[in-house]
């Protein structure tokens, strides 16, 4: 496959209230991209900042004591992010997941889920509100976060032997203090919690049994994730990444497993089941087997871009044309065109992508801005 067989339609940015459309429209429910997928999914990123320096996510050779993060004025307030939230529920989102950053990071972040509880879709119920976070102020934060609204969360965990995550987090913080939040937070009822394992090889995939059994039989669900080439900062190459078969097949060997079906159309991990009765687990593999067909979510930055893709090189600048005088209208009017306008697929297109990108110069963003 070359270059020129993968050239997308370049889309249309939208960075000031010169580029709004002239005619606005209503808000349906429902608004469908150019492979007819939906906006079902809303993530939005608090803060750039991060206690932790993983080394897949925020080596310290580039996040270091020198690292510019955002000022506060460049960040959303509450009230802008809560707008957008809006909007896009109008649109037809039911989960709004909240990331970062380290999202516990953000001050007051139970106000902001208290404002995204008030929210209805256009039927009237609730919507799902999630955070994912490093876990490492989920003991202090877990029961305020419930009683504001918080619906559930899941918690990065990469290793249960202390010296490994110590390595990956590269910060020196205990794996014992995240056990610990995970079962407050399930105390508190912010379930059921899944616990994420980004599984690097070299690093941490001797693990890979050990975390199953100590979950299997818990109420919480255990995700492995393959090493993604999210952003440029994390030394990505396809050697490091240990393909979600193996994964299967390692476990199954020692804890037989049977596959069942997805929870919902679109969902991002592939689930299998304990054949004991004892639990599921899930593989999410983005890199070798891309769900980019049933993808449904968008993602906001933590300074109001609205990107498509996580593995995007540009967003759209919604805090510019909010902080220049949007109306609602014109913001509902623009979000939809950008949703109907994606093409993305990055994922099924990874080889051809990855060679225009070097070709090109051009860097993805980073998670850590655009959240996981």
């Not at 506060?72 to 990331?99: N, P, Q, W, Y």
């Not at 999210?230 to 396809?238: A, D, H, K």
């Amino acid at each position: 496959m070359t270059g020129a067989e993968v050239q997308e339609p370049v889309p249309r940015f939208y960075r000031s209230l010169a580029d709004l459309p002239a005619v606005t429209d209503e808000p349906t429910g429902r608004v469908t991209d150019t492979m007819n997928r939906p906006l079902h999914d809303l993530r939005i990123s608090v803060t750039d900042r991060c206690n932790f320096r993983c080394v897949y996510c925020m080596p310290k050779e580039v996040f270091g004591k020198d690292f510019a993060f955002m000022e506060r004025d460049e960040l959303l307030s509450f009230e802008e992010m809560t707008r957008l939230a809006r909007i896009s529920v109008a649109h037809g989102v039911e989960k709004i997941r909240l990331t970062g950053g380290e999202p516990l990071l953000r001050k007051g972040l139970e106000e902001f889920v208290a404002m995204l509880a008030a929210l209805r879709t256009p039927d009237g119920r609730p919507i799902d509100i999630a955070l994912t976070t490093n876990g490492s102020a989920l003991a202090v934060k877990a029961q305020a976060l419930k009683d504001a609204g918080l619906t559930r969360v899941t918690v990065s965990l990469d290793s249960l032997d202390d010296t490994t995550f110590r390595m990956m987090n590269d910060v020196n913080f205990p794996v014992a203090k995240i056990l610990h939040g995970i079962d407050v937070a399930h105390e508190a009822g912010l379930g059921p919690i899944k616990i994420n394992m980004v599984v690097k090889r070299g690093q941490n995939e001797h693990d890979i049994v050990a975390m199953a059994r100590h979950f299997q039989g818990t109420p919480y669900i255990l995700r492995f994730i393959e090493f993604m080439d999210v952003g440029s900062s994390n030394g990505w190459e396809m050697g490091a990444v240990v393909p979600s078969r193996e994964v299967i097949g390692l476990i199954n060997v020692e804890l037989p497993l049977d596959e069942v079906a997805p929870n919902y159309d679109g969902e991002t991990s592939r689930r299998w089941r304990y054949r004991d009765g004892s639990g599921e687990i899930g593989v999410i593999s983005s890199v070798t087997q891309s769900f980019c067909r049933s993808c449904s979510r968008a993602r906001v930055s933590t300074d109001g871009k609205l990107f498509t893709c996580l593995f995007a090189t540009e967003g759209h600048d919604l805090r510019a044309l909010m902080r220049g005088g949007c109306t609602d209208e014109q913001l509902a009017t623009v979000m939809a065109q950008i949703w109907r306008e994606r093409t993305d697929r990055y994922s099924q297109l990874r080889s051809a992508k990855t060679i225009q990108l070097r070709a090109s110069g051009m860097k993805k963003i980073e998670m850590s801005y655009i959240g996981g």
